[in-house]
C-alpha cells in the first residue's frame, strides 16, 4: 500500500501527484488564465439630513417629519422646541406607567420588603437611589 499524500511537515497535506501532472501538460508559453478582477463599488453615501446641516436656531418642527413614522425611537432637544417621533412617545408613556406600577405596588413597603424597580426605567432614564440587591 503507498500513500497518495506525500508530506514534509507534520500536519501539512500535499496535492496527490495527479493533479501536478495535469499542471505539467500545460504549455510554458501559454499563460495560466486569471480571473477577472471585479470592480469595485464604493457604496454611496448617505445624505445628510435637513437638520444637520441647518444652524439650531433655524430648525423647525418640520425638518424632523422625516423621522415621523421611523420604528426606532429618536428624540432631538433644542432651546425652542422639542421633537419626539411616535416610537419615542410609546417608549415614554411606556417608561411612565412601568413607574407608575412601580411606585404603585413599592407604596407602604418597608425597606426589606422592596421590590426592583422597572427594567425599562434603567436604561439611562431614571437613577435610582436604592436599589434592592437580589438575595442569590
Not at 439630513?49 to 420604528?71: G, H, N, R
Not at 426606532?72 to 408613556?93: L, S, W
Not at 413599592?106 to 426605567?121: E, T
Request: glycine content about 2%.
Amino acid at each position: 500500500m503507498s500513500i497518495e499524500c506525500d508530506t514534509r511537515f507534520f500536519g501539512v497535506i500535499r496535492p496527490p501527484p495527479e493533479s501536478l501532472e495535469e499542471r505539467g501538460k500545460r504549455l510554458k508559453s501559454e499563460p495560466e488564465p486569471e480571473p477577472e478582477p471585479k470592480p469595485k463599488r464604493k457604496p454611496e453615501p448617505k445624505p445628510l439630513p435637513v437638520w444637520e446641516t441647518k444652524a439650531i436656531e433655524d430648525l423647525k418642527l418640520s425638518d424632523f417629519s422625516m423621522y415621523d413614522d421611523d420604528i426606532k425611537p429618536f428624540m432631538f432637544m433644542c432651546v425652542n422646541f422639542t421633537y419626539r417621533n411616535k416610537a419615542q412617545i410609546k417608549k415614554d408613556m411606556e417608561i411612565e406607567a412601568a413607574i407608575a406600577d412601580y411606585k404603585h405596588r413599592s407604596r407602604n413597603l418597608s425597606v426589606f420588603d422592596a421590590i426592583p424597580p422597572p427594567k425599562i426605567a434603567q436604561d439611562g432614564y431614571r437613577c435610582w437611589t436604592a436599589v434592592p440587591l437580589p438575595i442569590t
